[in-house]
């Protein structure tokens, strides 16, 4: 027979401006909002908890060199892990690391946007964790210079469309992010899409999302693997990709409905001037930006598509021509079909 809990607490913790704590091996459960939260915290680390069942979300943790390893998520209301950190201005990094949590089952109430880790700053890493049966989005977030690497992400999004298991976008100056040896598999719906041209991504870079490098990833089962939605400069390759509908999508929305955003004077360049690009340390750091509304703002210049593997009898590999390639300055070459 099962137990049934009432929660009348809205978090469990809530800390600030500390550092050097640790907290390990312990149950924190049931509460109505947030678990956990440490605003402004350095040298912080959770090790070897269950944070599940809350009506929000599990931990919220922003500062610097801080450790979240070994969490067990499951069956909150919300979301799982909310991590920041990290002076985008700057690019400095936070050195936030994530690494060989188990979230599971979260979005119960709250069905869409709620991410198993939702992430923003710079330099921070989420390492081997593996994220399952969430009905929207995975990993939504932003920010430069970040490492996503041996996650499996299975089964989610199955109740969305126009959705990715990773998903960010709309924005130049979030960029020097890499995902890697990650696996994705069972991307696609469980419901039935009667509206609109449905689509489910893996890896979904949106409305002109740019400088991503995505590297010896495995996608199994997906709607869609890699998905450029009209952005520049992203590496895809030595990626495998089996059973997918379509393994990699490029478009050229800068072109047309889009084209507003990547004018002079446009959302791009408004929040490229927030962060003075044409300045050391980002002209340092991303020199591609400096003369950007020089060289071809609006298409999708500089992808490089190469030494991919795929298996998919009744899928496509990519859906540009070779025509769209040229006129983009893009790559696509040497991806080779092992059954």
Known sequence: SGQAFV????????????????????????????ALTFSNVSHVQLSNLDVSNNGDSSISISGHNNVVSNITVQGNGCSGLDISGGDQKSLSSGNNTVTSC???RWAR????YQPAIGWSGVGNSFIDNYLSDGPHTAILGG???????????NHVCYEVSDSGAFYTGRNWIDRGNVLAHNTFSNITWDETIILGSPS??????????????????????CHCGSFIGGGRRNKVYDNTYINCSLDVHIDDRGLNWQKADCQPGG???????????????????YPELVRIFDDHPCVP???????????????????????????????????????
Request: proline share 2%; with cysteine.
């Open 7 to 34: 929660s009348i607490g809205e978090s469990v913790l809530k800390v600030s401006n500390v550092s050097y704590l640790t907290f390990d091996s312990l149950s924190v459960r049931y509460a109505r909002g947030v």
């Open 102 to 104: 188990h979230i599971t």
């Open 109 to 112: 109430w709250k069905r869409t």
């Open 143 to 153: 920010g430069n210079n970040c490492m996503f690497a041996y996650n499996h992400v």
């Open 200 to 221: 489910i991504q893996a890896i979904y870079l949106d409305d002109q999302m740019s400088g991503y490098t995505i590297y010896n990833n495995t996608f199994i089962n």
């Open 267 to 285: 959302m791009f360049e408004q929040k490229l001037k927030s962060v003075n690009y044409q300045e050391p340390p980002w002209a340092t750091a």
């Open 301 to 339: 210049v500089y992808n490089d598509v190469e030494n991919n593997t795929y298996c998919n009898p009744n899928g496509k590999f990519i859906d540009v021509t070779d025509d769209n390639v040229k006129q983009w300055l893009d790559t696509v070459k040497n991806n080779v079909e092992k059954c």
